[in-house]
């Protein structure tokens, strides 16, 4: 109200109509544009990412991958599997009472995983560093695939990320 975007008008039995002004209905539009802009950027990086992790893994003879993280990133990176021919055995999301995800079968931890895979996918995008750092600590520097998009280096020394 004070910015000018919305005015209010008072209706019957207290309550209360909210109206878009003009400029009210041009911030949302932007906002809607910037949304949906950032939305696209976000698939097209993740896509490439995920594809191009997925080709150098089938080139290193994966055929199997775990997911870390329930998040965008995780279906985006189901859809690039395929592509791949590469199998999502499942999605590790600790504290999930989830039984499934898209079709994937959601796991508490790693070793709930019924089907050995060669190596995970970190698409945990909240909590992206910790996730890869205890997949590192678990199953080793070579068998943790990190998109880009995430911003997280693993260090070969120790296996931390940054």
């Known amino acids: 109200m004070k910015k000018g975007l919305v005015k209010v008008r008072h209706a019957r039995a207290r ?3 909210y109206y878009l002004t003009p400029q009210g209905f041009a911030e949302k539009s932007r906002l809607t544009v910037e949304y949906l802009s950032y939305s696209f950027g976000f698939f097209r990086q993740a896509k490439t990412d995920c594809s191009a992790l997925f080709r150098a893994a089938k080139a290193r003879g994966v055929r199997n ?4 993280g329930r998040s965008d990133l995780a279906e985006i990176a189901a859809l690039c599997a395929m592509e791949q ?14 039984e499934k995800f898209i079709g994937i079968p959601v796991f508490e931890d790693f070793d709930a995983v ?9 698409t ?3 909590r992206a560093r910790e996730t890869c750092e205890i ?16 911003r997280v ?6 296996g931390t990320a940054e």
């Open 135 to 150: 997949a590192v600590a678990r199953f080793g520097i070579d068998c943790v695939l990190v998109p880009e998009l995430l």
């Open 124 to 126: 945990d995008v909240s």
């Open 153 to 158: 280096r693993i260090r070969q020394q120790g």
């Open 85 to 98: 021919s590469i199998s999502i055995v499942g999605l590790v999301q600790a504290g999930t009472t989830q």
């Open 65 to 68: 991958v775990a997911l870390v």
């Open 15 to 17: 309550r209360y109509a």
């Open 114 to 122: 019924p089907v050995p895979f060669d190596c995970v996918l970190i």
